[in-house]
């Protein structure tokens, strides 16, 4: 609709410029703090200050102080290339969101100094008067002093799929509230809130008072590490005292020290769990899910309820044609496929279509034409040459509209009406019989969720037109059934979802009917019946939580509402994602756990609230994220288990050579190394394994499920004894009979590397024995293991670095018999993974089965 068709001005001519100015400077802009972007600086503070970067530089500094400065200036180096990559992907994801800010209305028509003006919407002070047409978003909350024939959609904000009409009478204050959307008519009215103040910056404050938690993950790895860095430089001080003390060698003593510091800091802990998760998080950006909190990631896999908006998020939040209805014929869009419309049906479509506007912005309008145009496509029944005379708008007396229409070839007119279908009964003029018989079929309509509108047709003859369309002789057409359908992705993610022990909970504020059929077509069966924002207001906290149980549909329900079922979920012990794309989820999207925001059609306010913003809309990337979310913890938990068996023959071969009094068999250049070379190489592989074949057939892990429980400290401590028992047998075996310490060193030496990557190559999967799994290929294990036998061999083979290392070169022999004592270290790793996998679970923890794909028994 253009200007000139907005209401006429009124007397005052709206706010004085000057006086405009003086309340846009004592108010404030017309703008949500939420919505304003992490600036370059903040995304820097937010990365410099995060606790795993913290204590990673906190271990560099340590290795400086003990004098390590090569361990130290590789370390901080690793350090600042992961905060640089955490950088780059938190920047790309800010600049994402940029790309997706809302600007559908960033402009607003509004009367200075009695002119109409185009002002941008943050200039909007209360006291102004907005003019409103059809497609403009209400740039700020209104009281509404003129109307005409005005729906507003209030989706965004209420949860509600159907417009509202909006009529001011100048008795009873009527607003239109900011974000809501103009979808007929045309209006007018006087700025009430603007920015903060209104409906919608309202919710965006409330998101100030919810606090944001660090996952259960982060805050125990800080706890382990902390613990071992403690009880290791502990070790190290007893062990540098013990050795100059028993051999009066103090340099020794600190070297010993030293080595042992070197082999038990765990540095690798809180770079392996950094690297997954930024890594997680740059695999899921490949499809479409930007994640704003990267830890959110992990959580995903712990995720037990999943509570989900309708509209928009079920459901397309644009209307289409289900149904048409006429005499006996009937179609159903969700039956009939491609097939083409029967001829008795054309008539109804005919004329509903010719009832809306060509250029609608109704939601059901704009589906009517869109039906017309498919269905009755290559037919005489859609009129593009006819001419518009004249429009009966809807009114809250008739709630009904009809259009007149010219032909070029006929002289009479041609009348089309839509509207409630009991007002169209009543145009009709119809006898009680066929009254009822109608009343059946909209009861049956809208028993299944629909909207249903009835449409009539009438010819006129005389001039002038009547005033009234009661005045015309209207006969039925028959009824037109319209929903805001499902997703087509829906079923199957929410399917795969319940098949992996989710539980999907649907949250709106639209009609319970309509609620209960979008659930019914989704799949979430239920015998229990749908709860009522107004029931919910009504009970105790105790009282709730009982239902909890039984209720899988909340309609009617209120922001304030949504979060506090998602509050109720996460008391009872539920890990809670929650998705949505309204001003109205925004709360609900910062208390969850995990909130997922819909990033295309979603508004600012919930995409700023949210963890996990989905670029395409697509339903069934949740089902991508959480399997990302399983594979990051499971994996997170194989590489754990090689940390520890790795360092169980390090910190080994560093204290027994004391206490047996033998040479020092291990230094700081072979505990370099191994940490730089193997350590985090092993965190790619790990990162990148795929997730084991069932993984989402199992119900998710407990939320109390700790990534160093029984079964990882089992694995590691029992493959690390195995091969450090190993390694003390070859070097009492090979200094026995080379009598060299350098030759067993060597050999230790060379062994220890090769088990290294059996230990990697053994861990990748824990359902299967790795020579099974040939099919899943991993090329960075690979890479990683072509790369250490390289360097091993330098080791060896090149005379400077062999006495760097303080080797002597092994003959070929032995150099044979260490690749089959690695094969041996192999077997051993894979009888302690079967052996474990069939010990019985214990009873606070899962089976190995659980373990492995992040997944425990249900509940």
Request: hydrophobic content about 50%; overall charge negative.
């Amino acid at each position: 609709m253009d200007e000139a068709s907005r209401p006429s001005m009124d007397d005052t001519g709206g706010l004085p410029p000057a006086e405009a100015r003086q309340r846009l400077a004592r108010d404030g802009p017309n703008e949500l703090p939420v919505s304003r972007p992490r600036g370059v600086l903040r995304l820097v503070g937010d990365v410099v200050t995060e606790p795993m970067f913290l204590l990673l530089v906190a271990c560099g500094a340590l290795y400086m102080v003990l004098g390590d400065w090569q361990e130290a200036l590789m370390l901080l180096g690793f350090v600042f290339v992961v905060m640089g990559i955490t950088f780059v992907q938190q920047r790309r994801t800010e600049r994402s969101l940029e790309a997706l800010r809302d600007l559908s209305s960033p402009l607003a028509l509004v009367l200075r100094g009695g002119e109409p003006r185009k002002i941008a919407a943050r200039e909007l002070v209360c006291g102004d008067t907005v003019l409103l047409a059809e497609g403009d978003r209400v740039p700020a909350d209104l009281e509404l002093t003129q109307t005409r024939n005005l729906s507003l959609d209030g989706s965004l904000l209420t949860g509600e799929s159907v417009p509202v009409q909006k009529q001011a009478d100048g008795e009873v204050a009527v607003q239109a509230f900011a974000g809501t959307l103009v979808t007929q008519g045309s209006g007018r009215g006087r700025v009430v809130a603007t920015g903060v103040r209104s409906a919608l910056g309202r919710i965006g404050q409330s998101l100030q008072g919810i606090a944001s938690d660090t996952t259960p993950i982060q805050r125990e790895t800080n706890r382990v590490v902390k613990t071992v860095a403690v009880v290791g430089l502990s070790l190290a001080t007893t062990l540098a005292v013990a050795y100059g003390l028993l051999r009066d060698d103090w340099l020794g003593g600190l070297l010993a020290g030293l080595t042992l510091a070197m082999a038990i800091l765990p540095e690798e802990l809180p770079v392996i769990l950094t690297l997954f998760l930024g890594l997680g998080a740059w695999r899921l950006s490949r499809q479409k899910v930007l994640a704003r909190s990267i830890p959110a990631v992990e959580m995903l896999g712990a995720t037990t309820v999943l509570c989900v908006d309708k509209t928009g998020t079920l459901t397309a939040n644009c209307m289409a044609v289900r149904r048409l209805a006429s005499g006996s014929a009937l179609y159903d869009s969700l039956e009939a496929g491609e097939a083409p419309l029967a001829e008795e049906l054309h008539g109804v479509l005919e004329y509903a279509v010719l009832a809306s506007h060509r250029r609608a912005f109704d939601p059901m309008e704009s589906a009517i034409v869109r039906t017309g145009a498919r269905l009755l496509a290559d037919t005489e029944h859609l009129h593009a040459d006819w001419t518009l005379v004249e429009d009966y708008p809807l009114s809250p007396a008739m709630l009904a509209m009809s259009r007149v229409w010219r032909s070029p070839d006929l002289r009479d007119y041609m009348i089309a009406a839509k509207g409630a279908p009991e007002a169209i009964v009543d145009l009709c003029h119809l006898p009680a019989e066929q009254r009822e018989h109608i009343a059946r079929q909209v009861a049956t309509m809208a028993g299944d969720g629909l909207r249903v509108l009835g449409v009539a047709s009438a010819v006129f003859a005389a001039s002038p037109l009547p005033e009234n369309q009661h005045d015309f002789d209207f006969v039925l057409m028959g009824l037109v059934g319209l929903e805001d359908p499902l997703r087509p992705d829906v079923p199957n993610a929410i399917a795969a979802c319940q098949a992996a022990g989710i539980r999907v909970v649907m949250m709106t504020g639209d009609h319970p009917v309509t609620a209960l059929a979008i659930a019914r077509q989704a799949g979430l069966f239920t015998d229990a019946p749908a709860m009522t924002g107004q029931e919910l207001a009504e009970l105790a906290d105790d009282v709730l939580q009982d239902r909890l149980d039984t209720t899988q549909v909340f309609c009617r329900v209120q922001p304030e509402q949504k979060l506090r079922l998602v509050q109720a979920f996460r008391a009872r012990g539920d890990v809670v994602a929650m998705t949505g794309d309204g001003v109205n989820d925004a709360p609900a999207l910062k208390a969850a756990h995990i909130g997922v925001a819909m990033g295309a059609r979603g508004t600012e306010v919930a995409r700023q609230a949210a963890d996990l913003v989905l670029l395409n809309d697509d339903f069934a990337s949740i089902v991508t994220a959480v399997r990302y979310g399983r594979r990051v913890f499971a994996n997170l938990r194989k590489a754990i288990v090689f940390v520890v068996g790795v360092h169980v023959p390090i910190v080994g071969l560093s204290l027994v050579p004391v206490l047996m009094g033998w040479p020092m068999l291990l230094m700081p250049v072979h505990i370099l190394f191994l940490q730089l070379i193997i350590d985090p190489a092993c965190s790619v592989v790990f990162e990148a394994e795929a997730l084991e074949a069932d993984a989402m057939t199992v119900p998710p892990r407990r939320a109390d499920a700790h990534l160093f429980d029984r079964i990882v400290l089992a694995r590691g401590l029992w493959q690390g004894c195995g091969l450090l028992g190993l390694l003390l047998g070859v070097y009492a075996g090979v200094r026995a009979m080379a009598h060299s310490d350098e030759v067993a060193r060597a050999m230790v030496f060379t062994v220890l590397v090769l088990c290294n990557l059996g230990l990697i190559y053994a861990n990748r999967s824990w359902t299967a024995a790795s020579w099974r799994r040939a099919a899943a290929r991993n090329r960075y294990f690979g890479w990683i293991s072509m790369a250490t036998l390289v360097l091993l061999a330098c080791a060896l083979g090149v005379a400077p670095v062999r006495r760097l290392f303080a080797f002597d070169l092994p003959p070929p022999g032995m150099l044979a018999a260490a690749v089959g004592l690695a094969l041996l270290g192999l077997l051993w790793f894979e009888g302690v993974k079967r052996a474990l996998d069939r010990s019985p679970p214990h009873s606070t923890d899962r089976s190995h089965r659980d373990t492995a794909n992040g997944g425990p028994p249900a509940h």
